[in-house]
């Protein structure tokens, strides 16, 4: 009798064993899924803030395109100079490389090997160091988040207004043509955008 009964408390020890083991790796378990769960959350949370803030980047980027055309626009209507505004160095983001620019007929440009938007061993358009060019803050989703823009405008030479005429001659219309570059950075620095576009506009 006592051996019997030694034999079932064996038995009942063994089986708490086996339970205490088993609730162990369901802990466990659960515990690893719940950790992913929380990783898988937090993931997600980064990417939708990524995107939000490249959206307002672009936002913004857009809206210092319609700046700079409305600058370009004031330019024209003023008659001001190409020469008096526009030159090698990019002063206040306004940059032409070439010669000529203010004589329809003889305007050429001056190829660059590296773009100037790219260029960041030369002029450095962006940088601290030489003063980006418009730079200005511009709000969306009501003035809750903000974008840093810096704009640059190139003057590309000349144009004939119908542009089915190929040659430019004394008596021919023209306009004048720009490349407008936004470069624009969410508050936090995560979004980054740049956008670019062409301008026409009809000489003076």
Not at 109 to 129: E, F, H, I, M, R
Not at 131 to 138: G, V
Not at 156 to 165: L, T
Not at 172 to 187: D, S
Request: charged letters at 20%; proline letters at 3%; one cysteine or more.
């Amino acid at each position: 009798m006592p051996a019997r009964c030694v034999k079932c408390r064996a038995r009942v020890s063994q089986q708490r064993g086996a339970t205490l083991l088993i609730a162990m790796i369901m802990v466990l378990v659960l515990t690893l899924i719940a950790l992913t769960a929380i990783d898988s959350s937090s993931k997600q949370t980064r990417m939708v803030s990524n995107s939000r803030d490249r959206i307002v980047a672009l936002q913004a980027a857009e809206m210092g395109l319609v700046e700079a055309e409305t600058l370009v626009e004031t330019i024209e209507i003023k008659g001001e100079s190409i020469g008096t505004n526009f030159s090698s160095v990019c002063d206040n983001g306004l940059c032409f490389f070439g010669s000529n620019g203010d004589n329809k007929q003889t305007c050429a440009l001056t190829p660059k090997t590296t773009p100037v938007w790219l260029d960041s061993a030369g002029l450095d358009v962006w940088g601290d160091n030489n003063p980006p060019r418009y730079m200005s803050k511009r709000f969306t989703n009501n003035q809750k988040e903000a974008a840093d823009v810096k704009t640059i405008v190139e003057f590309r030479c000349y144009r004939p207004a119908d542009i089915d005429k190929g040659t430019i001659v004394a008596a021919t219309p023209v306009q004048r043509m720009y490349r407008i570059t936004a470069l624009a950075t969410a508050e936090n620095g995560r979004g980054r955008v740049m956008v670019q576009s062409t301008y026409a506009v009809n000489a003076f």
